[in-house]
C-alpha cells in the first residue's frame, strides 16, 4: 500500500525543513520552483475554446478554428511528484556535490605532485572563499552513503 | 509499503553529518561544479594528444596549493595567485585553460566564462598589460556554461546563453548542466547551439560523450591552426 498525501506531505515538510535547517534554502527553492512551473508539454486543444486576439498569428488558428491545435500545457505535479521532486534535488545536493568534490580533488591530487591544498578563492569580498580538504571529504563517504539509503527508502515507500 | 515510523527523523539526523560544511551554498556548488568541468576539458586535452599539459599559477608550476577563481574576474588579476593550465599540442600555438575570467565580446561588453580555454598569446598581452585588458572572445578556443542545479533550470539561462553567444565569436561554447533541462535543450537544439545535460561523475556515458566534444574542440584547433 502506498502512503496518504497526508503522508507524503508530512514527509515534504520534514524534508524541505531538514534542508533549511542546514543552509540548503537554495535546493528547497529551485525544488519548489520547479513544481510550481508545472510538467511542461506539448498538447492538442480546440482553438474555439481559446479566445482569439485577431493577431497575424491567430490567422491560422481562426482557418481552422474548431479544429484541435498545438499548444504548450502545463500539468501540476501530483504529491507524490512533488515529494519525488524534493527528493531528487537533496540527492543532487548531498550526494552529487560530495561526488563532485571527491572528483575534483582526486584530478589534482592526480595532477601536481605535492599538492597540500585546493582553494576556490574570489577576487573581492563578494563571495566567501572555501578549500576542499581529502580528509573532510573521505571522511563523510559514509555519511553520504546513510543519507542516500534512507532516501532511497523513503522512495520507495512512495 | 507503509513508512516505517522512524524514517523521517532517521532521513532529518542523517543530512547534518553527509554534508560538507563549506559546500552547502548554492554558489559553492557552483564554484565546484566549474572545477569539475574544467578537469574534463584537461582530460580531453589529454586523449586529443596534448604534448605538453602544465598545472601552474602566476608564480608557480605545480602550486603546492591551487586555487580556483569563484567570481567572475580579470584574467590578469594579482588578487589571489590563481591556478590555470598550460596546454600545448605539436606545432601549435600553446593554450591556456582558465576559470571564470572576463572575455570582451564583439560589443565589446565583458562577459563570464565559467571554463575557457584561449590562446597564451592572448593570455600573455592581458596579463603583461599596465592596464587592465580582457581577453578578445575571438582568441578564445573553447567556452563553457556551467549550471549546477538541484531543481529544474529556469529558461532565462538559456536566454543568457544565446546573448552570450551573439556578441562572441568563441570556436565552440558549450552549455553544460548537472540534469535534465527539457526547455533549455529544446531551445538551443533548435537554434544549433552546443550542449550536455546529465553531467556529473557517476554517469560516465554523459561524461564520455562531453569530453569527446571537447576533444573534437581540440582536433578543430589543431587543424585550424
Known amino acids: 500500500?502506498?502512503?496518504?498525501?497526508?503522508?507524503?506531505e508530512e514527509a515534504y515538510s520534514a524534508l524541505a525543513?531538514?534542508?533549511?535547517?542546514?543552509?540548503?534554502?537554495?535546493?528547497v527553492d529551485q525544488a519548489e520552483s520547479q513544481i510550481a512551473l508545472g510538467r511542461i508539454r506539448t498538447g492538442k486543444v480546440r482553438a474555439k475554446e481559446?479566445?482569439?486576439?485577431?493577431?497575424?498569428?491567430?490567422?491560422?488558428?481562426?482557418?481552422?478554428?474548431?479544429r484541435p491545435v498545438k499548444f504548450t500545457l502545463s500539468d501540476k505535479y501530483s504529491p507524490q511528484e512533488r515529494l519525488e521532486i524534493l527528493i531528487q534535488a537533496l540527492e543532487c545536493a548531498v550526494g552529487g556535490v560530495w561526488q563532485t568534490a571527491f572528483a575534483v580533488s582526486a584530478f589534482l591530487r592526480d595532477n601536481i605532485p605535492n599538492l597540500s591544498g585546493i582553494k576556490f578563492m574570489p577576487e573581492g569580498i563578494s563571495k566567501e572563499p572555501f578549500a576542499l580538504v581529502d580528509r573532510e571529504i573521505h571522511a563523510r563517504k559514509q555519511a553520504v552513503d546513510h543519507f542516500q539509503s534512507v532516501l532511497k527508502e523513503l522512495k520507495e515507500a512512495i | 509499503m507503509p513508512l516505517r515510523p522512524m524514517l523521517l527523523s532517521d532521513i532529518q539526523n542523517a543530512l547534518g553529518p553527509a554534508l560538507i560544511p563549506s559546500?552547502?551554498?548554492?554558489?559553492?556548488?557552483n564554484d565546484l561544479y566549474e572545477a569539475y568541468l574544467f578537469s574534463i576539458m584537461i582530460?580531453?586535452?589529454?586523449?586529443?594528444?596534448?604534448?605538453?599539459?602544465?598545472?601552474?599559477?602566476?608564480?608557480?608550476?605545480?602550486?603546492?596549493v591551487f586555487v580556483?577563481?569563484?567570481?567572475?574576474?580579470?584574467?590578469?588579476?594579482?588578487?589571489?595567485?590563481?591556478?590555470?593550465?598550460?596546454?600545448?599540442?605539436?606545432?601549435?600555438?600553446?593554450?591556456e585553460a582558465h576559470l571564470g575570467v572576463?572575455?570582451?565580446?564583439?560589443?565589446?561588453?565583458?562577459?563570464?566564462?565559467?571554463v575557457c580555454v584561449l590562446l597564451q598569446e592572448e593570455a600573455n598581452v592581458c596579463r603583461n598589460s599596465i592596464t587592465s585588458v580582457a581577453p578578445r572572445s575571438a582568441r578564445v578556443i573553447l567556452s563553457v556554461e556551467a549550471k549546477f542545479y538541484a531543481g529544474d533550470l529556469g529558461l532565462h539561462l538559456g536566454r543568457e546563453f544565446l546573448g552570450f553567444l551573439s556578441d562572441t565569436s568563441i570556436d565552440k561554447s558549450f552549455f553544460v548542466v548537472n540534469r535534465e533541462s527539457d526547455s533549455i535543450e529544446k531551445l538551443l537544439s533548435h537554434k544549433g547551439k552546443l550542449w550536455e545535460h546529465k553531467i556529473s561523475p557517476l554517469n560516465t556515458t554523459d561524461v564520455a560523450r562531453l569530453r569527446n566534444a571537447f576533444q573534437t574542440g581540440f582536433k578543430d584547433f589543431r587543424a585550424k591552426y
Request: net charge negative; glycine share 6%.
Open chain 2, 43 to 64: 582530460e580531453a586535452a589529454r586523449t586529443e594528444g596534448a604534448i605538453r599539459v602544465d598545472f601552474r599559477s602566476r608564480t608557480q608550476v605545480n602550486p603546492a
Open chain 2, 68 to 95: 580556483f577563481r569563484t567570481s567572475p574576474g580579470y584574467l590578469h588579476s594579482t588578487a589571489q595567485d590563481y591556478g590555470y593550465v598550460e596546454i600545448e599540442f605539436q606545432g601549435k600555438p600553446v593554450l
Open chain 1, 1 to 8: 500500500m502506498s502512503l496518504t498525501v497526508a503522508e507524503i
Open chain 2, 23 to 29: 559546500l552547502t551554498a548554492s554558489s559553492a556548488a
Open chain 1, 50 to 66: 481559446v479566445p482569439l486576439r485577431g493577431t497575424p498569428e491567430d490567422e491560422s488558428e481562426q482557418m481552422s478554428k474548431g
Open chain 1, 17 to 27: 525543513l531538514a534542508a533549511k535547517v542546514h543552509h540548503l534554502n537554495w535546493v
Open chain 2, 102 to 114: 572576463r572575455i570582451a565580446g564583439a560589443s565589446s561588453v565583458l562577459h563570464e566564462c565559467d
